[in-house]
């Protein structure tokens, strides 16, 4: 079972202006049953995933379904250099109760393809990743059958675990949501398309590199993930973009160095900077197709003085104000 929470505006607060110069002031929350098509062109749609039952399942730590509040809390304080013309809603948060984790995925896809509907861009605030399972059908729903989907993905990990137990049962969890579309697209006769941006080499077995290899997958390793090589990186990130109709964008926090994320469930203390994610970033939405994003495994419980919190409300910051 999962309930839907409609937010608060208390959780945003920051320096008081009177003129919207801090996005406490800009942000508006609006039950996701009342969110209609806007006239303005440009109008974001926060949502939050409260869900770590991938994490326990995924023999994590659990502690991510408190991320979603813990950067609303770091986002309203942040400066707003929005036009009054782009509207910013916060549409609520998807709690997974009772370990329904598939129900909250379902309900999360079902309020991606309505926000996309309404022509809001929505961006998801985790949660475990296990979240990208429902954006993506959300996504799919929304655009259909015959367009491509290209998933791109900013991870240590290929979260590309087999689902499939030895009993025959299925087990899905924060580390098995692109096995899952992957598995959906065969069954569809769909192409899987997904790139990896940081993979570490000490964060992923033998048979996950199988798995992405059988499927086709396209990645970059870590070590080659590094501002040094951003015009190489980005034509890699052209050539996908050019191969695919829409492009998701998620963005695991524990591929990050646990220099700048330690509030992860899974840290990485050899994972990639800041920089190379906001030029990749800058390049995705430079070709026209990102039509959705999500942020996942914020972990407060184990953050370092809130800054992993920081670094998830600096990147929906960076979305906000140079999405073109
Ligand atoms: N979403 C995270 N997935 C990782 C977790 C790794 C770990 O817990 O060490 C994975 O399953 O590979
Ligand atoms: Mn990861
Ligand atoms: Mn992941």
Redesign the pocket.
């Known amino acids: 079972m999962s309930n839907y929470s409609e937010t608060f505006s208390n959780i945003y607060t920051g320096r008081p202006s009177g003129q919207q110069l801090y996005l406490h002031e800009k942000i508006s929350c609006l039950p996701i049953t009342k969110v209609a098509t806007v006239a303005s062109e440009k109008c974001f749609a926060l949502l939050g995933y409260a869900c770590d039952e991938g994490v326990k399942r995924?023999?994590?730590r659990p502690g991510a379904a408190n991320g979603p509040d813990a950067i609303r809390k770091h986002l309203g304080k942040l400066p707003n250099h929005l036009p009054t013309e782009t509207l910013v809603y916060d549409v609520g948060t998807l709690q997974c109760l009772e370990g329904d984790m598939e129900e909250t995925q379902q309900a999360l896809g079902d309020s991606i393809c309505l926000l996309l509907q309404q022509k809001h861009f929505p961006i998801v605030l985790g949660g475990?990743?296990d979240m990208a399972y429902g954006t993506y059908n959300g996504l799919k729903k929304y655009v259909g059958k015959s367009e491509t989907i290209g998933i791109i993905n900013f991870d240590a990990?290929f979260?590309l675990?087999n689902n499939l137990q030895d009993d025959g049962n299925t087990v899905n969890n924060?580390?098995t949501p692109f096995y899952q579309i992957a598995q959906d697209c065969i069954e569809n006769g769909s192409p899987f398309k997904y790139l990896c941006l940081g993979i570490r080499k000490d964060?992923?077995d033998r048979t996950l590199f199988e798995t992405a290899k059988k499927l086709d997958v396209k990645y970059v390793m870590r070590d080659t993930f590094r501002i040094q090589f951003h015009n190489e990186i980005n034509a890699w990130i052209n050539a996908f973009a050019s191969s695919v109709d829409h492009i998701y964008v998620t963005i695991?926090l524990?591929g990050f160095s646990s220099a700048y994320a330690p509030g992860v469930?899974?840290p990485s203390p050899m994972g990639f900077t800041p920089d190379v994610v906001l030029e990749s970033l800058k390049t995705i939405m430079g070709c026209g197709k990102l039509r959705v994003l999500d942020i996942a495994?914020l972990n407060p419980d184990f953050d370092r003085d809130d800054q992993t919190a920081k670094l998830a409300a600096s990147l929906v910051h960076f979305i906000l104000h140079d999405l073109p």
Do not use: P
Request: aromatic residues 0%; without cysteine; negative net charge.
């Open positions: 995924n023999l994590g475990g990743h990990h979260d675990r924060s580390g964060a992923n695991d524990d469930s899974a495994e």
